[in-house]
T-cell receptor, first 118, second 112 residues
Framework: GAGVSQSPSNKVTEKGKDVELRCDPI?????LYWYRQSLGQGLEFLIY????????KSGLPSDRFSAERTGGSVSTLTIQRTQQEDSAVYLC????????????????FGPGTRLTVL | GDSVTQMEGPVTLSEEACLTI???????????LFWYVQYPGEGLQLLLK?????DKGSNKGFEATYRKETTSFHLEKGSVQVSDSAVYFC???????????FGQGTRLTINP
């Protein structure tokens, strides 16, 4: 079946502008994650959704970052007033998330959105 | 908190050489362990996983065994190919669909 999809694949923006990044998880996956991959910091966790709620937002670097998930499916990561240090590849992943499933912990990643802040 | 430490890279080998990439972890409880691979210009792909002590994950000729006593999950392959050139990430997650904690990644280059 279809994997995790993300859009846009590339986004170039000017410092101070807001951006929205979209993630479509694998159908039926209840858990959804956002990560950031940058040269200096490696792969960092940002936020985790179970259904539409976010029990773990501990990785969001500042209050400029927010995310929501609607209908237990699509998620949007919003960065307000972007800064140059926000430049990175933003990765979304989903997992089955349901108790009793053998691979409930296995996360499947999308291709990422490369964000460049000028 | 939980953490993963990977062998420093980059690693350069000749085709058909043996590969070991070391990975050790610190975690509370009994995490699930993963190796992900990122080929040039592509996204992260799951390579293999193990969910409990002494489990062996395997895929594409790669293997890793969950060693609770040494808190390790080393990645091995007996004969590497040029197509194995990629960045390899070791990761763990707590039980219950929790976040992944990644190692810093090891860049592997295989020369013909």
């Amino acid at each position: 079946g279809a994997g995790v999809s993300q859009s846009p694949s590339n986004k170039v923006t000017e410092k101070g502008k807001d951006v929205e990044l979209r993630c479509d998880p694998i159908s039926g996956h209840t858990a959804l994650y956002w990560y950031r991959q940058s040269l200096g910091q490696g792969l960092e966790f940002l936020i985790y959704f179970q259904g539409n709620s976010a029990p773990d937002k501990s990785g969001l670097p500042s209050d400029r970052f927010s995310a929501e998930r609607t209908g237990g499916s699509v998620s949007t990561l919003t960065i307000q007033r972007t800064q140059q240090e926000d430049s990175a590849v933003y990765l979304c992943a989903s997992s089955p998330g349901r108790r009793g499933l053998a691979d409930r912990d296995t996360q499947y990643f999308g291709p990422g959105t490369r964000l460049t802040v000028l | 908190g939980d953490s993963v430490t990977q062998m420093e890279g980059p690693v350069t080998l000749s085709e058909e050489a043996c590969l070991t990439i070391n990975c050790t972890y610190t975690a509370t409880g009994y995490p699930s362990l993963f190796w992900y691979v990122q080929y040039p210009g592509e996204g992260l792909q799951l390579l293999l996983k193990a969910t409990k002590a002494d489990d062996k994950g395997s895929n594409k000729g790669f293997e890793a065994t969950y060693r609770k006593e040494t808190t390790s999950f080393h990645l091995e392959k007996g004969s590497v190919q040029v197509s194995d050139s990629a960045v390899y990430f070791c990761a763990l997650s707590g039980k219950g669909a929790q976040k992944l904690v990644f190692g810093q990644g090891t860049r592997l280059t295989i020369n013909p």
